[in-house]
């Protein structure tokens, strides 16, 4: 490798730091041979030129021509040619958006943090001429000038050039510059990111119309959708991503200042650098905090967060990051941290008891051990996922500290109420986590639903809100929350109950509650058939699963009817009920199959993983396993009517980790189906749902596999089985950031060999 990496683009040669090179660059911009002919700027290039003339002196530009122009800055010319090659190189048809009269540098086109006024008539970015014939101020784009001028910037010193560099709010903002984002955002291109302020009355507006008939929440009888092409329709507003999170020094000097005080756990407390740990946090806010929202974000201050907290957050962050390196150090040093912390408050016993519901300690450190079981349940070494397993008591007995159901007190505030509602959600997240680690790993739950009495959480729009004012409206417009047994109680109810409402973290409480429930009674059953040495369904006719049925129906009426549901990620309220919907196709799957005892995902060895679900799980006909069914063929819908390799490359990273999981058990289940379904002269007669539904489930394979005939998947009853098989697996082949998605997608692929080489019947 050349010991002088950097080479100048204007001559040959070549330094080895990079301030060497941009003092060197400074020598060539005193030539600037491109002189406009309207005014006295001059360029080093001519597309610069040609750049500033469109911008400048057409005769829609917003430059007030009575304005004398501002001569040239010294220096600015390594930033006007990074313009030109993001211009270049980004969208040409988005014009520059001018901060003032003939400024038309690098610096004063870029957007800081700030959105549009609601009431602001925005540019065409389409239209070549689009703009004002009148000079506008910067704030109307979306950007301030505050502090930004060219002076901002020392030509030697790279750190202060990173500061130089707003970030935009989104992608699709008027003010956008195609630049690095920190970290990247992926986006669907179908959704069209409206910026009016009544975005979200259309959205409520939209979702209250729904019928069950057009819901992702299918039911008994309900109509199979088709793959004619209408053309997909997704959500027509969707959510803005979070802005970047700035690490300043101090902040950076604190934590290691604190990190002092754990000589004894980290000998060697290295952090990585301020700007590495805005894009951790960043990576933290815009991809776990949207599926877990324990984070009051508007009020989110890294200056004053805990260390735990701050180091948890950050080890986390960095995985969507995709800075996996700078992760596992983080997390070495967040781990030893986190409970030599605990150690000292809450087992040494000697500080005096304090009340857990309103010490913002206590809070913090449960907020930690969740993001550190977050980073750790889903690899097998780096770190071990039985790391997560070990912090599942030390976070139960922190809750359960004073009382599990205490809340802080409130007086009316936002402050407190923003404290009481962060400890409510805290606590009912971890219990959603620890049941999802139930899920995966087929443990017995650490807390049970019916220890917990707190009210459920609020809408996400309240949650959301950033100011008091914000806040107070859209609370009075709120039904309130139901305490979280009365909900169950109205879910079980032998009447009534059915027209009550929640919120969509609410209803991921609920449906987490149902499949808790669904886990206790497939072992009881599987424990009773086993001492009588008898087979059968996972879960034997009894009036309670009726009543689980049922409760299910009701929670689908009750997502229909919340205003913040959707079936898209990027729903402006968050994907929480995109997610939910999906925990709703496992419940249904887990009353026909026993998937959890099968699935075997502790090994993670793909190949015994799929030989434990060929041999150790099986299935019954009935209209209870085809209603599972049906909801398996609905989630593979989508994917095959957008395409299963862009889902893969671009959808999927949108979704969390239950959804893959929720996938798994969907494939297996769907080709379990369609095995008993395609076999020669079935026993009894195939139902008229059933042949709709095997016709549709074909439908989709020859969509997909083209070539393929209808006699030909048929001639077997193991060939459809196997197709349908890959096109999950298909789903997460990319490279994902978390192992166990990868897993999953490999032990898709080695079942469908399995299928591929079973004897057919």
């Known amino acids: 490798m050349s010991s002088r990496p950097f080479q100048c683009q204007r001559c040959p040669k070549a330094f080895a730091r990079l301030e060497h090179l941009q003092r060197h660059d400074r020598s060539h911009t005193k030539e600037k041979p491109y002189t406009c002919s309207q005014c006295p700027k001059a360029f080093t290039r001519k597309d610069l030129l040609a750049r500033h003339e469109r911008l400048t002196h057409t005769e829609s530009s917003p430059v007030s021509h009575a304005q004398p122009p501002s001569p040239t800055r010294p220096g600015c010319d390594g930033l006007d040619t990074l313009a030109s090659v993001v211009t270049n190189h980004g969208h040409p048809h988005l014009p520059l958006p001018l901060s003032s009269a003939g400024n038309d540098h690098f610096l004063g086109s870029l957007p800081a943090r700030q959105t549009p006024a609601p009431s602001t008539q925005l540019p065409n970015p389409r239209t070549p001429s689009a703009g004002p014939t009148t000079p506008m101020d910067s704030s109307v784009f979306g950007y301030s000038m505050d502090g930004l001028t060219t002076d901002s910037y020392v030509g030697n010193d790279f750190t202060s050039f990173l500061d130089s560099v707003p970030l935009p709010s989104h992608p699709f903002s008027p003010a956008f510059q195609p630049l690095p984002l920190f970290p990247p955002v992926l986006f669907s291109p179908g959704t069209d990111y409206d910026q009016a302020s009544e975005r979200d009355k259309d959205v ?145 016993g000697t500080l005096p008891k304090m009340n857990s519901a309103n010490d913002i300690d206590t809070l913090e450190t449960a907020q930690a051990l969740l993001m550190l ?279 999927v990273a949108l979704w969390s980790n239950q959804h893959a999981l929720c996938s798994l058990e969907c494939a297996v289940l769907l080709a379990k189906w369609l095995e008993a379904v395609t076999v020669v002269n079935p026993e009894p007669s195939l139902t008229n749902q059933e042949i709709r539904l095997r016709d549709f489930v074909l439908e989709m394979v020859m969509e997909v596999q083209h070539g393929l005939s209808r006699e030909w998947l048929l001639a077997t009853n193991t060939r459809l089985s196997a197709a349908v098989t890959r096109l999950w697996a298909r789903l997460f082949s990319a490279d994902y950031i978390w192992e166990m998605v990868n897993l999953i997608g490999r032990s898709l692929n080695s079942y469908a060999d399995l299928l591929e080489q079973k004897k057919p019947m």
């Open 204 to 348: 409520a507006s939209s979702e209250t119309n729904s019928t069950p008939s057009s819901s992702v929440l299918p039911r008994h009888g309900a109509h199979l959708p088709s793959l004619q092409p209408e053309g997909y329709q997704t959500t027509a507003k969707a959510r803005q991503p979070t802005g970047f999170v700035p690490v300043t020094t101090q902040c950076r000097d604190r934590i290691l200042t604190l990190l002092k005080d754990f000589i004894t756990v980290v000998p060697d407390p290295s952090l990585p650098s301020r700007h590495a740990l805005s894009r951790c946090l960043t990576g933290y806010l815009m991809g776990f905090h949207d599926h877990y929202p324990i984070i009051h974000k508007p009020t989110l201050d890294v200056d004053t967060l805990g260390l735990p907290l701050f180091l948890s957050m950050a080890a986390l962050g960095a995985r969507y990051s995709r800075e996996p390196d700078t992760s596992m150090r983080l997390y070495q040093i967040a781990k030893p941290v986190t409970l030599e912390h605990y150690r000292r408050v809450f087992q040494s």
């Open 373 to 651: 079981m977050s980073v750790a349940s889903w690899f097998v070494d780096n770190p071990p996922y039985h790391d997560g397993l070990s912090f599942r008591s030390l976070v139960a007995t922190l809750l359960s500290k004073d009382g599990l159901n205490l809340l802080p007190e409130q007086d009316g505030s936002w402050a407190s109420w923003i404290r009481w509602e962060s400890v409510k959600r805290t606590k009912l997240i971890i219990f959603c986590f620890l049941n999802i680690q139930t899920i995966v790993f087929d443990i017995p739950p650490m807390l049970l639903t019916e220890e917990l009495s707190m009210e459920l959480p609020c809408t996400e729009r309240e949650w959301q809100a950033s100011s008091p004012e914000q806040w107070q409206s859209v609370r009075i417009q709120s039904p309130g929350e139901l305490g979280l047994q009365t909900a169950l109680s109205g879910l079980f109810a032998a009447s009534g109950g059915i027209e009550q409402q929640y919120s969509s973290l609410g209803g991921i409480v609920l449906i987490h509650a149902l499949l808790q429930d669904i886990w206790v009674m497939t072992k009881s059953s599987r424990l009773a058939l086993s001492r009588y040495n008898r087979l059968g369904p996972p879960i034997a006719s009894t009036p309670g699963l009726l009543a689980v049925e049922q409760a299910l129906e009701r929670w689908c009426q009750c997502w229909e009817r919340n205003q913040e549901s959707s079936i898209d990620p990027l729903n402006p309220h968050g994907p929480l009920t995109f997610t939910s919907a999906a925990l709703l196709r496992l419940a249904y799957i887990r009353l026909n199959a026993d998937c959890g005892s099968a699935r075997q995902l502790q090994t993670w060895d793909p190949a015994k993983i799929a030989l434990s679900l060929n041999e150790n799980l099986s299935v019954q006909r009935g209209d209870r396993l085809t209603r599972a069914a049906l909801h398996c063929a609905h989630a593979l819908s989508t994917p095959v009517k957008l395409g299963i390799g862009f889902v893969a490359h671009s959808h």
